[in-house]
C-alpha cells in the first residue's frame, strides 16, 4: 500500500509493505496549494508513479487533500470515532492505474458546543499510539496546536489552541516584542514563564508582566521571547492536560522540547511520538479499509 | 490651583476654584513625546500661561511628565498609598512665575511578585471615587487597560492587561482577521464571547473558536470582531473582578459601553466615572501638598 499524508503546505509518501512495515519514504514537491485546479492525479503521479509501476494497487491518502480545496471533498466524520469508523468512511476518488481512497478528516464539539475540526492529524494521533494502547493523549505542537484524547481506541475529542500564532502576533506586533531578542528556547526563562501561568490574574495581565519585567530589569532582552513562549505554552497545557498525563508530542523542531518541558513541568509526563505517525495511522487504517 | 494631567500622547489642564470646583478644562497642544529636550517650562507656559498672569501660582502635574521621558523623574512611591502619600511625595520643578510640582507615580507587585507601575492614572482613581468613598474598585479601558483597588483611603494594588493591544494584533495579524468585517460593538455576538470566555478550555482555545464558529457559518464576518472583544474583554474582568463588585469606569469612547456590559454579565455594577476624574483627584492633592 501507498500512503500519503498530504497537507496544505507539503506533502509525505510512504510505500509499505503488506504488513505495514515503512519500505520508503519520500517527501513530495508540495501541498495542496501548489497543486493547479484539475492537477491532483497527475501530482500523485509525480510523486509516487514509480511505486505504482511496481504493482502497488492501493494508494490512501490524509489531510488537506480531502478538503474543499484538496482533490475531492471527503466530509467530515464526527466524534467519538476510530480506525474502523475512519476506514468505513473512506472516500473514492477515479486514478488511473491504482485504487485511491481519501480518509475522511474528524469534527468534533468542545464542552461549549464550539465546533472543532482536523484533517490528517486523526491519523497521526492513531499511529502514536503504542501497540495495543486503546487510550492517550496526544499533542501535536504548532502555530495552531491541537490536542485529541483517545479512549477505547476512538477519538472522543480535541482542541485547538491559537498559541503559535498567538505568540507571533504578540512578539511582532505588541510593545513586548520592543523588548525581545532573539528566539523562544528551554531555559530559566521559559521556565518562570510557565511558572508564572499557574499564578493569578489571567493571561492578558501575565502578558503585560512580560514588560514590566523587562522595565525593571529583571527579564533581559535576549530572555524575553523564552518568557512568553512559556506564558503561552504554559496557559495551553494547563487548560489541555487537565490532570497530570502521560503524553505523546507528535511533530518536530524547537516546539518538541519546549512543549516536553511544559508537560513535565506541569506534572505530566512527555515522551515523543514516532515521526512517522501517519504512515503506521494509514496502515492501520489501510488494513480496514473496504479496497474492492 | 493649575492641575495638568500630562501623558504621553496628550495632555489636558484644568483651572481650579481654592475649593476644588472645576472652573475652565483646555486640552494641550499633545503629550510629552511633543515637547523636545528642556522645552517643558515652554510648554507648559504655552499651555497655561495665561491662567499664571491671572495670579495663580500653584501648579500640580501628573502622568507621565514626571517620568525619565518628562519634564523630570519623580520615582515611584509604593502601593499602598493614599492622597497624603503622594502629596508628600510631589516632586518640585523648577518654573518662573509658579510653584510647580509633579505627582509621583505607583508601583506595586501583584501576587506573584511581578511589579507594575502607572502614572497618572492614580490621580485619577482618587478623582473617580465618591466623596467620602474609602473603598472601590476602578478600571481603566484601554490598550493596557488597569485595574485599581482602593481600601482604607489607598491605592493597595493594580493589574494591566494587555487586552486591547492583544485584540489589534490578533485581529490585524492572525488567521482570526481574515474573517472579520467591521469593530468590535455591544450586543449578541459580544455577549456570545463573554459567556464563551467563562467556559473551560482557555484563552488560547476560545481565541480559535472564533475561527471554527465562523468557518461553520455560526458567526458572521461582521460579528467576529465583537466575539473575539467579548473573549479578551470577558477574560480579563473575570480575572480582575474576582467577586461581583461595583466598578467605577474611567475612560471614554466604545470600550465604556463594552466594558460595562461585560462586567454586567459577570454578575458586577459598572457606573462611569467622572471624566474630570483627574482635575478632582489633583484638587484633592494638591490640598493636601506643602507648597512652601
New interface residues.
Given amino acids: 500500500m501507498i500512503a500519503v499524508d498530504w497537507g496544505t503546505s507539503s506533502a509525505r509518501a510512504y510505500r509499505l509493505a503488506p504488513d505495514g512495515r515503512l519500505l520508503e519514504r519520500r517527501e513530495g514537491a508540495g501541498g495542496i496549494l501548489r497543486v493547479p485546479e484539475g492537477g491532483f492525479p497527475a501530482a500523485l503521479a509525480a510523486m509516487v508513479g514509480d511505486w505504482l509501476a511496481d504493482g502497488e494497487a492501493q494508494v490512501l491518502l490524509s489531510g488537506m487533500v480531502g478538503s474543499r480545496q484538496g482533490w475531492q471533498e471527503a466530509p467530515y466524520l464526527a466524534c467519538p470515532a476510530g480506525l474502523d469508523d475512519l476506514a468505513g468512511a473512506v472516500v473514492p476518488v477515479p486514478f488511473e492505474g491504482a485504487i485511491v481512497r481519501l480518509v475522511p478528516g474528524l469534527s468534533a464539539a468542545?464542552?461549549?458546543g464550539?465546533?472543532?475540526?482536523m484533517r490528517g492529524e486523526e491519523v497521526q494521533v492513531f499511529g502514536a499510539l503504542g501497540p495495543g494502547d486503546a487510550d492517550g493523549l496526544i499533542c501535536l505542537p504548532g502555530s495552531?496546536a491541537k490536542w485529541a484524547r483517545v479512549a477505547d481506541g476512538r477519538i472522543t475529542g480535541f482542541?485547538?489552541?491559537?498559541?503559535g500564532?498567538?505568540f507571533?502576533?504578540?512578539k511582532?506586533?505588541?510593545?513586548?516584542g520592543r523588548m525581545m531578542t532573539g528566539t523562544a528556547a528551554p531555559g530559566p526563562a521559559f521556565e518562570a514563564g510557565i511558572a508564572?501561568s499557574a499564578?493569578?490574574?489571567?493571561?492578558?495581565?501575565h502578558?503585560?508582566?512580560t514588560r514590566?519585567?523587562g522595565?525593571?530589569g529583571?527579564l533581559a532582552p535576549e530572555d524575553s521571547a523564552s518568557y512568553l513562549s512559556g506564558l503561552?505554552i504554559g496557559?495551553?497545557v494547563?487548560?489541555?492536560m487537565t490532570t497530570p498525563s502521560l503524553v505523546r508530542l507528535l511533530g518536530s523542531g524547537p516546539l518538541m522540547a519546549l512543549y516536553g518541558r511544559a508537560i513535565a513541568l506541569k506534572g505530566g509526563e512527555a515522551v515523543a511520538g514516532d515521526v512517522d505517525a501517519a504512515a503506521r495511522g494509514l496502515a492501520l487504517i489501510g488494513e480496514r479499509t473496504q479496497w474492492t
Avoid: C, K, N, Y
Avoid at 114 to 117: F, N, Y
Avoid at 159 to 163: P, R, V
Avoid at 172 to 176: G, P
Fill in positions: 468542545d464542552p461549549g464550539v465546533p472543532e475540526v495552531h482542541s485547538t489552541h491559537l498559541t500564532e498567538a507571533a502576533a504578540l511582532d506586533h505588541t510593545i513586548l508564572r499564578e493569578t490574574g489571567g493571561l492578558l495581565h502578558l503585560f508582566g514590566t519585567l522595565l525593571f529583571r503561552l496557559h495551553e494547563a487548560a489541555a
